[in-house]
């Protein structure tokens, strides 16, 4: 497959081990043998090369010789990008793997179990080839988390770590195991890998002789939009109620009312509701101020010990 180049070196090991096993050391059989499991047009591209067919040079008496096998196979390998073997990951192809994963809605124990090993393979590579170091391949991995799904491991990871230090990222494999643990009881379908994304496998139960799809993964753009209809709904239900709480008068039950003139439940200060305060009124110990309040004759406040506030 041309859009994999990655899985041509691999093809050629195959091979060569089957032409081992059979004893075949011929370069020229070796080519044609190569060419035979692969479709017309690439056939017709790798037989144009000119070390398929070309010959040595002789010397002397010596009769000419095919180029040899591992020189075509050479030739045939630089004729696609990302064959090489220092070429075979790129750390942005990590960083894209650790977003996709990061930006799923619906996550599960299946969906973990596909991304760790797909996480592995190309970060072990990269490790390997010092592309990065440790401490970036466990602060990639962290990264890849979902926000609520790494609020349990973290808080997993310090109890049972309590020495290990708050700067330095936890080791794959602890965080890989805790997050397992949490996922306990999820969707154990296995994602497959399209598109450099994971998606969940769709089931296909058959119900009345009619084939239903169901499949787990959520659209993220379908989740926001649902939350934010929800919220909106909220809000304006909460408006309304307090726009007829506001619109609503209120009537005070006069039954538990307190008159703060006599101390006496069942009626207040208001004027001409308490004979106590109404007789001093008339005998002039107290009266009305402009703004309808009670206070002394003279004008001055009456306050209320021990809280010292006007009636």
Not at 25 to 39: F, G, L, S
Not at 91 to 105: A, I
Not at 179 to 192: A, C, P, Y
């Amino acid at each position: 497959d041309e859009s994999k180049p990655r899985e041509l070196t691999q093809y050629f090991k195959e091979l060569e081990y089957l032409f081992r096993d059979c004893g075949i050391t011929d370069h020229t059989q070796m080519k044609e043998y190569v060419a035979r499991y692969i479709i017309y047009n690439t056939v017709e591209t790798w037989m144009d090369l000119p070390e398929f067919m070309a010959t040595t040079t002789p010397i002397g008496n010596q009769a000419p010789t095919a180029i040899s096998y591992k020189n075509w196979k050479e030739a045939v390998i630089h004729l696609y990008s990302g064959t090489e073997e220092s070429m075979c990951y790129m750390v942005n192809e990590l960083h894209q793997l650790v977003q996709d994963n990061f930006d799923l809605s619906a996550y599960t124990l299946g969906t973990f179990l596909t991304y760790y090993p797909e996480f592995q393979k190309i970060s072990r590579w990269l490790l390997q080839h010092s592309k990065i170091y440790t401490n970036k391949e466990r602060c990639l991995f962290q990264q890849s988390i979902p926000t609520l799904l790494w609020a349990k491991i973290a808080r997993q990871l310090k109890i049972l770590k309590p020495t290990h230090h708050l700067e330095d990222p936890y080791d794959v494999k602890d965080v890989y195991k805790a997050g397992n643990w949490h996922l306990k009881g999820t969707d154990m379908s296995l994602g497959i890998l399209h598109a450099k994304k994971i998606l969940p496998v769709t089931t296909q139960p058959q119900v009345a002789n009619n084939t239903v799809t169901t499949n787990s993964y959520i659209k993220k753009e379908d989740m926001e939009a649902t939350i934010s209809a929800a919220v909106a709904s909220a809000i304006t239900h909460i408006e309304t109620m307090i726009n007829t709480q506001l619109s609503t008068p209120r009537t005070p039950n006069a039954a538990n009312s307190l008159c703060h003139s006599c101390g006496e439940l069942g009626h207040t200060m208001s004027r001409g509701r308490c004979n106590t305060l109404e007789q001093y009124i008339h005998l002039g110990q107290v009266r009305h101020s402009a703004d309808s309040k009670v206070v002394l004759s003279t004008g001055a406040s009456i306050l209320n010990y021990p809280e010292l506030k006007s009636y």
